[in-house]
């Protein structure tokens, strides 16, 4: 089930991020064709059940990410998981602004600025180091798709003969979106370095956020960015502990519970974590379990053995795994 749920909402990002990099890829035919299909993919991913299923499939996606890394008995990964896994959480923080700049101030505060000319103004004229973090976060979102969906179809049969194909998909999307993106960008920068008033009669139409609202934007920018970066921390500093505490109460346990000198116990038994009084089900026990001061049968055994002198004696020590687990339990 939760691989269903990974699956179907990371292919519901992907559409949406395909889209959107086939859009750019058309400013290398001109800025107006950029234009004219913005239109309709934002026409129908502003939709309702669209957008549910978006903002929907994000949270799901992320949440089990969040899951998966919770579950990791270890950090230690291959090249490709470990990509994956950076990638897949440095994605909403590089793509933080653009989403609050853009839906978020359309959505709820009355702005209407979803028109390629000025996002593109704003990325090369205005501020270019928000353009060189989009270009940045392009690239990281479409590798950490096509990582997981190379994850995803490896094991059928028939991707064997389409694995060429998928590779020159999978590079030539990219490098076409970011050829639009430099030629669009380039006409823009071109517009308004032709003309210094032209920004403000390009843009006299667009409902842009107030002072208030940008002030506000930002305060949920940086929200959001710290609920981001501490939920992954938050999950692997618990992780850790959790993990110290698990390997910690086995030898508090043993160290309570089996008196016996180490060299008195058997090999296998002394490579275990698993405590002498909970190992009753245990395939490895040594001789002498140590409790004979602890449980009233060991100690009635060790008197009966002492009393005998025989060689038989540690085994004698032993009383039966259920009563030496419940004595333990019961201290």
């Known amino acids: 089930m939760i691989r269903r749920l990974r699956l179907a909402s990371g292919l519901v990002m992907l559409s949406y991020v395909t ?30 059940p669209m957008q549910l299923a978006l903002y929907g499939g994000f949270t799901v996606h992320y949440a089990l990410a969040l899951w998966a890394l919770w579950q990791r008995r270890s950090l230690r ?17 590089l793509l933080l602004r653009h989403v609050v700049n853009t839906r978020l101030a359309s959505d709820f505060f009355g702005a209407g600025i979803d028109s390629y000319t ?32 190379h994850f995803w179809l490896r094991v059928r049969p028939w991707y064997g003969r389409v694995r060429e194909l998928a590779l020159t998909i999978a590079v030539l999307v990219p490098v ?28 006299a139409g667009l409902a842009r956020p107030n002072p208030q609202a940008v002030a506000e934007l930002e305060e949920i ?9 501490a939920l992954p921390a938050a999950v692997l500093l618990a992780r850790a502990a959790a993990a110290w505490s698990v390997s910690a109460i086995p030898t508090a346990a043993r160290s309570r519970c089996c008196a016996a000198p180490a060299s008195s116990r058997p090999a296998a038994w002394r490579g275990s974590r698993t405590p002498r009084c909970a190992a009753a089900g245990a395939a490895a026990r040594p001789a002498g379990c140590g409790c004979a001061r602890r449980c009233p049968g060991c100690r009635r055994r060790a008197r009966r053995s002492s009393v005998s002198s025989t060689a038989s004696a540690p085994a004698a020590m032993c009383g039966s795994p259920a009563s030496c687990a419940r004595t333990c339990r019961s201290r």
């Open 19 to 48: 889209m959107h990099l086939l859009n750019h890829a058309l400013g290398l035919i001109s800025l107006a064709a950029m234009e004219r299909a913005l239109h309709g993919v934002m026409a129908f991913w502003t939709q309702w």
């Open 77 to 93: 990964l291959r090249v490709s998981e470990a990509a994956q896994m950076v990638l897949g959480f440095a994605i909403p923080l």
């Open 118 to 149: 000025f996002i593109l103004w704003v990325y090369t004229v205005r501020s270019p180091w928000l353009g060189a973090l989009q270009l940045i976060v392009l690239v990281v979102a479409w590798s950490h798709a096509t990582i997981g969906l």
């Open 176 to 203: 076409l979106a970011l050829l639009g993106l430099f030629e669009a960008g380039r006409h823009v920068t071109a517009l308004a370095a032709a003309d210094p008033g032209w920004a403000g009669k390009a843009f």
């Open 221 to 229: 920018i940086d929200a959001l960015t710290w609920l981001f970066v």
